[in-house]
């Protein structure tokens, strides 16, 4: 492992050990956790396997830190605005009128353009004979569908829990849309990152 990736990956570790200082919804927070620490097995595993290259490495533990501050205020209660208003004087919410927290969508966004360049360079990896359109193509599509099996992952959660306890842990806040929205957003941004694959054509080896 790099010097740059193991900087990244144990600040990681650091922000994870930091968000249960205190924690406020203990069980639900280790729910959305439990997805933390076997991402960041896997990490690890496929690093040593099919080694990333540092830029994507780095996006994938940057999409970990942001899924541990999600997952100390559950999504819904994350208090981006309080904070961007103390550092900044601007409120989003003010702005553009939002009457939802929006930081899930954020998370789903970030999804698509942190994860899709992995994804595209380890099918390049693993079956070098891939055209850099045929290996992005393929690398939204994981996307796609792993996005699919999340939702699909929390319906079923929920159906095992209470309303309340349901909503506090998918944040829906009363979006019937809430699934389709999230999916979308993280197709569009795995599709956002073309110009980097673009960017990166010439270059399958790590």
Not at 39 to 49: A, T
Not at 95 to 121: E, K, Q, S
Not at 123 to 149: D, K, N, Y
Not at 160 to 179: F, H, I, K, L
Request: proline share 5%; aromatic share 16%.
């Amino acid at each position: 492992m790099s010097r740059a990736k193991g900087i990244a990956f144990g600040l990681t570790l650091v922000v994870f050990a930091a968000s249960w200082i205190a924690p406020r919804w203990p069980v639900e927070q280790a729910m959305h956790s439990s997805l933390t620490v076997l991402g960041l097995g896997w990490l690890w595993w496929h690093d040593r396997r099919w080694p990333l290259r540092p830029l994507h490495f780095v996006l994938i533990c940057a999409f970990i830190v942001a899924h541990c501050v999600g997952a100390r205020w559950l999504y819904s209660y994350v208090p981006y605005d309080a904070w961007l208003q103390a550092a900044f004087g601007w409120s989003p919410a003010e702005t553009f009128g939002w009457r939802r927290n929006h930081f899930d969508r954020f998370i789903h966004l970030i999804y698509g353009v942190c994860f899709a360049p992995a994804i595209w360079h380890w099918l390049r990896q693993r079956w070098p004979a891939l055209t850099l359109g045929q290996a992005f193509g393929g690398a939204v599509m994981l996307i796609m569908c792993s996005s699919l099996v999340y939702e699909w992952l929390e319906w079923g959660i929920a159906l095992t829990m209470s309303p309340d306890a349901a909503e506090s842990y998918n944040g829906q806040q009363g979006d019937v849309w809430d699934a389709h929205a999230d999916m979308l957003l993280a197709t569009l941004g795995a599709l956002a990152t073309w110009p980097l694959a673009r960017a990166e054509r010439r270059q399958v080896a790590p």
